[in-house]
């Protein structure tokens, strides 16, 4: 009897908490309302560094080439075609009749002085490795450029269909990036019509959009997005029908979420790789560490494939090779691959000297309960690690600083579809290099430095061979980025995790 | 309490003292007749016993995780629900690692404790000495505490503690440390205040007079007349420094897991607290419980020590 | 006296500078501010190119002078962050948190005083103890806990309120109660012992003497005396409000200074943060000031030094 009656209040409780939110009222208003977690400080592309500034780059500006989401080509926008003149030329026909938002015809000017003004150290970009490998661009005619590298960078093309936008020659000459970060003007589907900055962005879509190119006309009108840095907020927000989109919603509550009649839940594979780095190169004082046997342990003794069922759920996959499978260069086959095998983990401790196990200074900025599931294996194994957990630029400071034996970070090529967006980084020398492999860093700067695809691939596979044998990394699993929205929106996630704003409309 | 000086010797009872109850049996039958006093007590009592017997009462290693018995709900969930994931081997069910939410919840008190007890006492030597020396030589040794007083009061607890994690990592022992380095303020304050007020007693004006070394009359005469304030701001010191622990964990700057802290465990819990309301509910019960009682000690005390300041 | 005014304002400049120059250090040495700026996906190419471009190769002493040269004429320099003035920036989120320290300070005064008031006519009834309990009670729940049961009950189940963002009045209700709720039970033991002293003292006695209505002595004589040592208190409080506003800005996404502060010294944004410790120091002082000149006044006894 107590069972009914309680079965009845609970039912009566969820009826009244997650009964329908009042999206009718959005969809009439045809406003999207979007929380994100992080601020864009500046909204002038050049000028922040997180992802969501990229979302919102792209609904007010355009690229001159464009990536298709799906198959990840390389797609016109502002550039109608292009072809390689030579090993650092690249010449390009740009699209007639686009319009800016003030009414500004878009032509050769604004890519030449859009180019030569973000490559220019002086103007302090912010992100300098997506435009330093600019020398110079010249106007061939009223449609058409030419720009020229300073070396031969086969990845060109990729760095010109994200990070890099086309501006406004007249205006951002006048106003410079102050002012652009406050009124932003562009070619884009949606055009702002209110900035509180890093608070607030109202869009609203712009009638002037050219057709033909990568973005078709928006389909909802407004878009407004909010800041809310708390994620049970957000959460909050959602289930009484204050927001309508979110993302980056923890995998557990992203479960619960789904059985919210109001509400709808997508997991999207993302090319964000996580992994475990080592210290291979005695820049630590961890003895154990720097044994490539131990290192192989440790690879054995995670069972990566419990953790992605348990923890991250969706469609990630545990990977073998340091880099996203979808990149160009990222070859599996040669990787070694390290099974679940704890007992296989306790011999090479063993067979290392260290049957009794070490101590290790276990770095990680992710959610806690990935990093506790992970010492919770090393514990399994013996080994006794001491979790230091820190703000991601805390945890690449100690990187720099040589101080990390092992550390749990992620890397998202910035949505670069090619190894050399993330293997360089790592393995090339910098501060940011444990492996100091001088075999290593020849392969990756020869895989660099030409443009001959079979000369590349044979590269970087022999830089995944050596690194994945003497495991100075053990990759982990790509990471699942989790959506919950209202069930009135037509929303497709991409795995480049840049949703686009302008293809969603409603139900 | 103490009515008559310890410096001119025990104190001479008149008839009618001799025939009252002693001193000491008062304030007993004052301690017990003291309902919130007695109540707050108890609690703690009982979460100090909890806290040190925790290897005999919790039932499961707080720390043993195991992914596939993750996010077990308590019991009462078989009882109304019918979930057949609810068992009594995990009464309070898991957390999201698998660790037993009851054994860290018990554990729990400890660390607790430790850190409202180790910061109490660090901020409190800090702060009782600075501010007895500024209250009694008052001038520049006044004006010295004061600066240093202004200064900390204009360095905010959250900005400290978030340098001070970027630079050492945050774990129980930089918690405790930066805690007790910055939670002084009040103590200095109030026996400064306690102190000037203090000084100006006539048998402290009279030891004075008889010469009595400076450390003497600071021991002997000042310190007990401002115990009782002392008591009060521990015990207030005491209860924040619990809080903050808290609040420090939600900001991502306090303990470490895999530490069985509340403050940590509702920070852990809070994206989940429309969906398993238990995990930030319990938590959030323990530490209230603990503080109030803390608050209920500190107030008892003060009362029953000197009824007058009764406030 | 003169004497006095000199040494306080020594006094004063001292903190500031000892204040910002731990500061500094501090939030330097923390967090990398080329690394910070640089973001995440930031190879080491671009950190140097960004170290060397804003200047945060040179020494600490010397960038330390160069916002110091800057601060004193008022200039106070330009986020790193929002490419914008840091006077702009401070201006545009002062208003939200000024709103939010206020409306905490209001209700817990509204609830304390009469609280207090109630008490301090019937010492030690049932009606004392109860308002005592409430009162006892707000202070042992941590803030951001309270805060979250709140957007559970008010704003998810109920819907009574809004959640997050500060738009409109409503939106400051849920932050405002559950950052002021800790302060009540201090004001409320204020107030009543100072009610109960003022009741019982000559001057209450004399009025009623003269007969004049209980009402009127009550509201008229009593509390306006009681109410001078809550003030102080409040002034204090304000204060920390101020401090702890930190958790509840994040919880409601109320953008003010609080979380400025908060999000400025995880991105190492040196101007900002030296910007809001210099105004906090500025404020304690004038307030530790006034309130010393208080008890100065309140007390002779305390003049001594």
């Known amino acids: 009897m107590m069972k009914h009656w309680a079965i009845a209040a609970s039912a009566a409780a969820l009826a009244v908490t997650w009964s329908a939110p009042d999206a009718a009222a959005q969809k009439s208003k045809d406003t999207l309302r979007v929380a994100w977690q992080y601020t864009v400080e500046n ?257 054995h003794a995670i069972d990566r494939d419990a953790i992605i069922k348990n923890l991250i759920g969706g469609a990630s996959r545990k990977i073998h090779a340091p880099c996203f499978p979808t990149q160009f260069g990222c070859d599996d086959s040669v990787a070694t691959k390290y099974e679940y095998d704890p007992a296989k983990a306790k011999k090479l401790l063993a067979d290392a000297g260290y049957a009794n196990g070490f101590d290790l200074d276990f770095y990680a900025y992710r959610p806690r309960d990935w990093a506790e599931a992970i010492m919770g294996y090393l514990t399994a194994v013996g080994i006794r690690p001491k979790l230091q957990h820190m703000t991601y630029i805390a945890v690449r400071d100690k990187n720099h600083e040589g101080v990390t034996p092992m550390y749990f970070m992620d890397w998202g090529s910035y949505s670069i579809n090619d190894v050399s967006a993330l293997l360089p980084n790592f393995f090339g020398g910098s501060p940011d290099d444990f492996a100091r492999d001088a075999d290593v860093q020849k392969w990756l700067a020869a895989g660099g430095s030409t443009v001959d695809e079979k000369v590349r691939k044979e590269n970087y596979s022999n830089a995944i061979k050596r690194i994945t044998e003497r495991a100075y990394w053990l990759p982990m699993f790509s990471f699942v980025t989790n959506y919950a929205y209202t069930k009135d929106l037509d929303f497709t996630p991409f795995a480049d995790e840049l949703p686009r704003y302008y293809l969603y409309g409603w139900k | 309490m103490a009515t008559t000086s310890t410096l001119f010797g025990p104190g001479r009872l008149s008839p009618e003292q001799m025939l009252a109850p002693s001193p000491t049996a008062l304030l007993r039958r004052r301690i017990f007749g003291h309902r919130s006093l007695m109540f707050g007590a108890l609690v703690l009592g009982l979460m100090l016993l909890m806290g040190l017997g925790a290897w005999f009462i919790a039932p499961h290693d707080p720390y043993a995780q195991s992914l596939a018995t993750r996010r077990l709900p308590p019991i009462w969930h078989a009882w109304f629900w019918d979930d057949p994931k609810a068992t009594w081997n995990h009464v309070l069910g898991t957390d999201k690692v698998g660790r037993d939410y009851l054994s860290r919840l018990i554990y729990g008190a400890r660390i607790s404790l430790l850190i409202g007890v180790a910061t109490m006492l660090l901020s409190g030597i800090i702060g009782t000495t600075l501010g007895i020396l500024a209250g009694y030589f008052g001038g520049r040794v006044d004006l010295v505490v004061t600066f240093l007083i202004t200064t900390r009061l204009s360095m905010p607890v959250v900005m400290v503690a978030l340098a001070v994690v970027a630079l050492y990592g945050s774990s129980l022992e930089v918690v405790i440390l930066v805690l007790g380095f910055l939670l002084w303020d009040r103590f200095a304050v109030v026996m400064r205040s306690v102190t000037m007020q203090a000084r100006s007693l006539d048998y402290v004006t009279a030891a004075q007079a008889i010469g009595c070394s400076t450390p003497y009359i600071l021991l002997r005469e000042i310190l007990p007349n401002i115990l009782n304030s002392l008591v009060v701001v521990a015990t207030v010191e005491m209860a924040n420094a619990i809080l903050l622990e808290a609040a420090l964990s939600f900001l991502g700057l306090g303990v470490q897991p895999p530490l069985p802290s509340w403050g940590l465990m509702l920070s852990e819990a809070k994206e989940d607290m429309f969906f398993s309301p238990w995990m930030i509910t319990l938590p959030g019960i323990c530490l209230f419980l603990l503080v109030l009682s803390i608050n209920l000690l500190g107030d008892g005390v003060r009362d029953v020590t000197a009824p007058e300041n009764r406030n | 006296m003169l004497s006095y005014a000199f040494k306080r304002l020594l006094l004063a400049l001292l903190v500031v500078l000892t204040v910002s120059g731990i500061t500094f250090t501090l939030t330097n040495a923390a967090i990398d501010p080329a690394k910070a700026l640089a973001g995440e996906s930031a190879t080491m190419a671009d950190i140097e190119a960004i170290r060397k471009a804003y200047g945060f190769d040179r020494s600490y002493l010397v960038q330390y002078f160069d916002w110091l040269g800057g601060a004193l004429t008022g200039e106070l320099g330009e986020s790193y962050r929002m490419r914008r003035p840091v006077s702009v920036l401070l201006l545009e989120r002062l208003p939200v948190t000024m709103t939010l320290g206020v409306c905490a300070l209001s209700f817990a005064l509204l609830l304390s005083i009469p609280l207090g008031v109630v008490a301090a006519l019937k010492p030690n009834s049932p009606v004392d103890r109860l308002a005592l309990s409430l009162s006892v009670l707000g202070q042992a729940l941590p803030t951001f806990w309270f805060a979250l049961m709140m957007i559970i009950l008010f704003g998810v189940i109920l819907r009574w309120l809004p959640i997050s963002g500060s738009d409109t009045w409503l939106h400051f209700v849920m932050p405002s109660v559950a950052l002021g709720y800790y302060a009540t039970p201090a004001f409320m033991r204020l107030t009543r012992a100072g009610m109960i002293e003022v009741l019982a003292s000559d001057y209450i006695r004399t009025a009623r003497a003269k007969g004049l209505r209980p009402a009127s002595v009550l509201f008229k004589h009593a509390l306006r005396n009681a109410v001078i040592p809550v003030v102080s208190l409040a002034a204090v409080q304000f204060g920390f409000m101020l401090g702890g506003s930190v958790v509840i800005e994040t919880i409601f996404a109320l953008h003010g200074v609080g979380f400025l502060a908060w999000e400025s010294i995880s991105r190492s944004d040196i101007p900002v943060v030296q910007a809001i410790v210099l105004l906090i120091s500025l404020f304690y002082i004038v307030l530790t000031l006034l309130a010393d000149l208080l008890n100065a006044y309140l007390d002779p006894r305390i003049r001594v030094a």
Do not use: C
């Not at chain 1, 990845?155 to 102050?178: D, Q, R, S």
């Not at chain 1, 997005?225 to 909050?236: H, K, L, V």
């Not at chain 1, 839940?265 to 190169?281: C, L």
């Open chain 1, 43 to 299: 909204v002038d592309n050049y000028f922040n560094t997180n992802r969501e500034g990229i979302l919102f780059s792209r609904m007010v500006w355009d690229t001159l080439v464009d990536r298709d989401p799906k198959t990840f080509k390389t797609i016109p926008n502002l550039a109608t075609s292009w072809k390689w003149a030579d090993d650092r030329t690249l010449e390009m026909e740009l699209r007639q009749g686009v319009k800016f938002h003030n009414g500004e015809e878009f032509d050769a000017d604004d890519v030449v002085f859009t180019l030569n003004w973000i490559s220019n150290p002086e103007n302090k970009v912010i992100n300098q490795s997506n435009v330093s490998w600019i020398e110079k661009v010249e106007k061939l005619d009223k449609f058409k450029v030419r720009i020229i590298s300073k070396k031969p960078f086969p990845a060109a093309l990729e760095f010109l269909t994200i990070p890099i936008v086309m501006y406004p020659n007249e205006y951002y000459a006048k106003v410079g990036p102050k002012e652009m970060g406050l009124k932003p003007i562009g070619t884009g589907p949606y055009k702002v019509t209110k900035i509180e900055p890093a608070k607030e962005y109202t869009l609203e879509r712009w009638e002037g959009h050219f057709e033909g190119g990568s973005k078709p006309h928006a389909k909802i009108k407004n878009i407004v997005i909010r800041t809310i840095p708390e994620m049970s907020t957000q959460i909050a927000e959602l289930l009484a029908g204050g927001i309508d989109w979110a993302w980056y919603v923890p995998t557990d509550q992203a479960d619960r979420l789904e059985r919210v009649p109001s509400l709808k839940v997508d997991r999207s594979e993302t090319m964000r790789t996580g992994y475990i780095g080592f210290d291979a190169s005695n820049r630590t004082s961890n003895k154990a560490i720097n044994d490539v046997r131990v290192r192989q342990a440790i690879a």
